[in-house]
């Protein structure tokens, strides 16, 4: 029972999928891996994956999808290259630790140019603890600024915003990177959504990026080619070398959401897993601790603490044994972490909910 963060726990129907396929891909006597990306056998993986994101989250035609690499960490750098122009500046909101190093790389790049990485507002409490999303009406806001930049799912903290936010009248740029395809979103508000395919949707090694083409045109012309959004747009992400066989398993993966009933169907599911693990968590307040806020509380990473760290150790020998693997905290917060990506079985975290009632019980 996987409740890895990242690298997470993919669909059983795509590992098979990948494993009949492998020595023989569509009858070409060769492994996808070793097709050319040019090649019109690769080819078709490459645009099925792009219809199949298309068409679940009815993606329109002015909006290019990217399969990029370098993870949602290549993205904080990437994004002020593009965008965040000499003089200019860039606001960014900062719910937890993936938002906080998206405002350093993009400072780090503001002090090249001459521009301004802002923090708009930020939710870090006393000793860098964040325990809830930030509201748009809290947020110090440049109405000129070159984009807006928020992250939806924040993976070592636990908090989520449910509904993606509207941070003013600038360009929106949304990192979703451990939350991506939980449910239907509308792309249209937002300029730019990226993130790293080893949550939600995939192996590592896979970046998606859509963005609106009138915005990636707005980006700079003067950096390398490699390094331009718009240099991957009009190649159809195939100005390099791709990551080939992730992007296959991305399509796998899209796949079977498709025949899982769509995003609608998936969000029924995810919603169900996390109340039945909070409810453990409320249920026993004498043992199980959940520090963020109910409304900004994570569909996709449960966080929380048991009274010592002693205890949280006995709590993961036992969950162990159980052959439940994953669930120790990031070690920059400690505690327990439970990571419901869309792969996570149901049934897995009902018995994860039953063991917590019999460790309480046994332990409190």
């Known amino acids: 029972?996987?409740?890895?963060?990242?690298?997470?726990?993919?669909?059983?129907?795509?590992?098979?999928?990948?494993?009949s396929e492998l020595l023989d891909f569509a009858g070409?006597?060769?492994?996808?891996?070793?097709?050319?990306?040019?090649?019109?056998?690769?080819?078709?993986?490459?645009?099925?994956?792009?219809?199949?994101?298309?068409?679940?989250?009815?993606?329109?035609?002015?909006?290019?999808?990217?399969?990029?690499?370098?993870?949602?960490s290549m993205e904080f750098a990437r994004?002020?290259?593009?965008?965040?122009?000499?003089?200019g500046s860039a606001d960014h909101v900062v719910t937890g630790a993936w938002s906080e190093k998206a405002q350093a790389e993009a400072a780090a790049w503001a002090n090249v140019v001459g521009a301004r990485a802002r923090v708009a507002v930020s939710t870090r409490g006393p000793e860098g603890?964040?325990?809830?999303?930030?509201r748009p009406d809290e947020a110090d806001l440049d109405e000129k600024a070159a984009y807006v930049h928020f992250t939806?799912?924040?993976?070592?903290?636990?908090v989520q915003y449910r509904e993606v936010p509207r941070f003013g009248s600038a360009p929106q740029i949304c990192d979703v990177s451990s939350d991506f395809l939980w449910k239907k979103i509308d792309v249209k508000p937002l300029s730019l959504v990226y993130g790293g395919a080893q949550k939600n949707i995939g192996p590592s090694g896979v970046t998606v990026v859509i963005a609106?083409?009138?915005?990636?045109?707005?980006?700079?012309?003067?950096l390398p080619h490699i390094l331009q959004y718009r240099a991957y747009a009009q190649a159809n992400s195939l100005l390099n070398t791709p990551p080939t066989f992730g992007i296959y398993l991305v399509r796998n993966v899209l796949d079977w959401l498709k025949g899982q009933g769509g995003l609608d169907a998936i969000e029924r599911r995810n919603r169900e897993k996390a109340e039945v693990l909070y409810a453990a968590v409320d249920a026993r307040p004498d043992v199980y601790r959940c520090p963020v806020e109910p409304a900004s509380r994570s569909?996709?990473?449960?966080?929380?603490?048991?009274?010592?760290?002693?205890l949280e150790k006995k709590f993961l020998e036992e969950t162990s044994k159980h052959s439940m693997?994953?669930?120790?905290?990031?070690?920059?917060?400690?505690g327990i972490r439970v990571s419901m990506y869309n792969a996570v079985e149901p049934a897995w975290v009902t018995a994860l909910a039953s063991l917590m009632k019999d460790f309480a019980n046994t332990h409190a």
Do not use: W
Not at 1 to 19: C, I, S
Not at 152 to 158: D, K, Q, V
């Open 1 to 19: 029972m996987n409740f890895n963060a990242g690298p997470a726990a993919l669909p059983t129907p795509a590992l098979e999928r990948a494993q």
């Open 28 to 72: 070409t006597g060769m492994s996808v891996m070793e097709h050319s990306h040019r090649g019109k056998t690769y080819e078709a993986v490459h645009d099925e994956a792009i219809a199949l994101l298309r068409e679940l989250l009815a993606i329109p035609a002015d909006y290019d999808v990217l399969f990029l690499q370098g993870g949602a």
């Open 79 to 87: 994004i002020p290259m593009n965008f965040l122009l000499p003089g």
């Open 129 to 134: 603890a964040y325990v809830r999303v930030a």
């Open 152 to 158: 939806t799912n924040e993976t070592i903290h636990g």
């Open 212 to 222: 609106r083409r009138e915005f990636v045109e707005r980006g700079r012309k003067d």
């Open 299 to 310: 569909v996709m990473n449960a966080v929380f603490r048991l009274p010592t760290e002693a």
């Open 325 to 334: 693997v994953g669930l120790k905290g990031h070690r920059s917060v400690g």
